[in-house]
């Protein structure tokens, strides 16, 4: 099986990161009271890329060549990831502390170790600009861990799901068990690796069905989304009418993974040039969605001392400071996708 690029998905990563743009930009200016729905779009768009990239890594475990190696099939594993997600990662990390944008002191080793979530959970509390490091935290600490169980499992495709099926129920019991014991919903239950394992494995779930299944899932796409939306919807309502947000934060949350997997079934076999997920301007927005994840909450946070580093003087107008930050934030992660990771994509290609 080949590991084939499907640049649909890309426009749901530019929706996903773009939801939590604006999250994080509500969140930190805390303009309007009135906009205060536009708070869960951070949390939905972050599950969205994680059953995402739960699909994509699971998929490309599974495309493997049969008769690659184990031990080989690890290190290209581990290498692309490297030189995918490192370079930009901690160039970021050097310049946030070179320029005291975050306190060092704060969080000490934690974001060089991929341990920010780690962080915000023990402390119990959010940082100033890296709090948003906490999805890649789970993500690295999912890859390490989780091409042990495919690649070793991946003969054995029964075993496999019930392993997935397995996970994701520990997974949504964990909320529930934190939220029993008066762990905080935000953010400790929130960043909790353990917690966010549903939607990553969903997403694995997801990529087995479509590796043995083909075209027989294209059906099921629509039907998932309509299940995730009612399904958010019904535990949202029963947590504000029926007292019973444990059930929001075990099978809610899940619902948003299901909604997400909906989507990737939906873009995958779309084939209407005019659908939303053929739109050329989402679809490179999408390629370039690291960059914007990693670099927008600098910007928003720090937004007043970088326009005043360039010596620049804008009107305070809010709309204004939406349309600078996001082009900031999109220029950014244009030149960073351009100069520094394509030349690391190039050479992780190589190693397909």
Do not use: C
Request: glycine share 6%; charged share 15%; aromatic share 20%.
């Amino acid at each position: 099986m080949n590991n084939k690029y499907f640049e649909r998905l890309d426009t749901i990563r530019f929706y996903a990161v773009f939801a939590v743009i604006f999250a994080h930009i509500f969140q930190i200016w805390t303009w309007s009271e009135t906009l205060v729905f536009l708070l869960p779009l951070g949390n939905v768009g972050v599950l969205v890329f994680f059953v995402l990239s739960g699909f994509l890594i699971t998929k490309i475990l599974l495309s493997e060549p049969e008769e690659t190696p184990i031990k080989t099939s690890f290190k290209n594993f581990y290498l692309r990831r490297s030189l995918r997600i490192f370079p930009i990662y901690y160039l970021y990390l050097l310049i946030v502390f070179s320029f005291n944008l975050e306190n060092i002191g704060e969080t000490s080793f934690y974001p060089w170790l991929y341990l920010t979530n780690i962080y915000i959970f023990t402390e119990d509390t959010w940082l100033l600009a890296n709090s948003h490091l906490w999805t890649l935290s789970i993500e690295e600490q999912f890859y390490i861990v989780w091409p042990f169980l495919v690649l070793l499992l991946r003969h054995k495709s029964k075993l496999l799901t019930t392993a997935f099926i397995g996970i994701i129920l520990i997974a949504m019991l964990t909320r529930v068990y934190l939220y029993l014991n008066n762990y905080s919903v935000s953010p400790q239950i929130e960043v909790f690796t353990l917690a966010n394992l549903d939607s990553l494995t969903f997403g694995g779930l997801l990529a087995l069905a479509y590796l043995n299944y083909g075209k027989q899932m294209q059906r099921y796409g629509l039907p998932m989304i309509i299940v995730g939306l009612l399904g958010y919807y019904l535990s949202f309502l029963l947590k504000y009418n029926g007292h019973l947000e444990w059930l929001f934060w075990s099978f809610g949350k899940f619902s948003i993974a299901i909604f997400a997997g909906g989507l990737i079934i939906y873009a995958l076999f779309s084939q209407n040039k005019r659908h939303i997920f053929h739109n050329a301007t989402t679809i490179y927005l999408g390629k370039i969605s690291y960059g914007l994840y990693l670099y927008h909450n600098i910007i928003v946070a720090h937004y007043d001392k970088i326009i005043g580093f360039f010596g620049i003087t804008l009107n305070d107008n809010i709309i204004i400071k939406i349309i600078v930050s996001i082009a900031l934030t999109v220029s950014i992660a244009y030149l960073s996708f351009r100069f520094i990771e394509k030349p690391f994509l190039r050479l992780k290609n190589k190693l397909r």
